[in-house]
């Protein structure tokens, strides 16, 4: 009868640290990164908020995306919530085919990214690609763009070099999110002229009158950029870390929830991790969504625990 107890008591044991080490200690803490964008600090943010209360640590750098894609070939990143495709088409193909990343997951579509201008330059004839050239001297030669580094300035300088739609001679002004739409508003309260990238999810699609132009498939992809954002990861990351897997794969957004998350951040002030909280306090729903089949770190089941924590 001891014998047998024993047997038990051990097994108990065994059990319990088979749920404690259901993940390596490599995956308490995961490493992301940010390239100052405001989109991606909004979903770096929910995703932070649901990892504390299922006991993993969010290490989130602010890189560029060339350092972000190299930090994730060599292991010194875990995932990267920001593969916009298919602007960023040359830099991961070639990844995924050699084995440096893994892509695990769309988490959001139904958006678009392209250059666009203002309405009142769209009214004086600027439509498509094929307009800028003959008005160059309204824009004074220039396109003003990201950071340098950034896909979608690497498509540009591209485009340039490629005297596209007779823009040889054009510059690109290379500088931040918050630089270039700086730039923008400056030119709408003095009615200048002006042309940049523009995208959804983003509030300046409500805080300017903006029109997406046309005819920049080859650069730009079909349908005014119609794009998809992924979720990838570090090579081995998926079979090392299998919670935090289903938990990134059940994890998707929407234009809407990003963009009242970023007028939130650059309009009122508030910080990503603020607005984070806020949209799921307002939409609870969403954790059932994400947290289908998650435990937290020790094993318990996610949703609950999460809801808890959150206080929704």
């Known amino acids: 009868m001891i014998k047998l107890l024993q047997t038990t008591a051990a097994l108990s044991l065994l059990l319990a640290g088979t749920a404690l080490a259901k993940e390596p200690d490599a995956c308490r803490t995961v490493r992301y990164s940010d390239p100052g964008w405001t989109d991606i600090s909004s979903t770096n943010a ?22 972000t894609y190299r930090g994730l070939a060599n292991g010194e990143l875990d995932i990267f919530l920001g593969n916009w495709m298919p602007t960023q088409t040359k830099i991961v193909d070639p990844m995924v085919d050699k084995g440096e990343l893994d892509v695990l997951k769309v988490n959001l579509s139904g958006n678009r990214f392209t250059l666009a201008v203002p309405d009142y330059v769209a009214e004086k004839g600027v439509t498509s690609f094929d307009d800028l050239a003959k008005n160059a001297d309204k824009f004074d ?27 040889g001679d054009w ?10 739409l700086a730039q923008v508003g400056r030119a709408e309260r003095s009615d200048k002229w002006v042309v940049f990238p523009a995208w ?3 509030p300046m699609n409500t ?13 730009f992809g079909p349908n005014m950029g119609s794009a998809e954002v992924r979720t990838v990861a570090r090579p081995g990351f998926a079979k090392e870390c299998p919670n935090l897997t289903a938990l990134l794969k059940n994890m998707t957004f929407s234009v809407d929830l990003e963009n009242a998350m970023m007028a ?16 799921i306090g307002k939409h609870p ?16 089941p996610g949703l609950p625990a999460v809801k808890e924590k959150l206080g929704v």
């Open 171 to 180: 510059k690109l002004i290379e500088s931040s999110e918050q630089g270039m």
């Open 141 to 167: 030669h220039k396109i003003y763009g990201i950071e340098a580094g950034a896909s979608v300035n690497q498509n540009m300088l591209r485009m340039i070099k490629d005297d596209a739609f007779g823009l």
């Open 285 to 300: 729903e969403l954790l059932d969504e994400w947290l289908k089949g998650v435990e937290t770190l020790d094993g318990a």
């Open 200 to 202: 959804e999810p983003h």
């Open 264 to 279: 939130q951040i650059l309009s009122d002030g508030i910080s990503a991790d603020e607005a984070a909280k806020e949209a």
């Open 207 to 219: 805080e300017y009158k903006l029109t997406y132009l046309t005819g920049g498939d080859k650069y």
């Open 46 to 67: 929910l995703l932070k908020t649901v990892l504390g209360p299922l006991g993993y640590t969010a290490e989130i750098k602010t890189l560029s995306v060339p350092i």
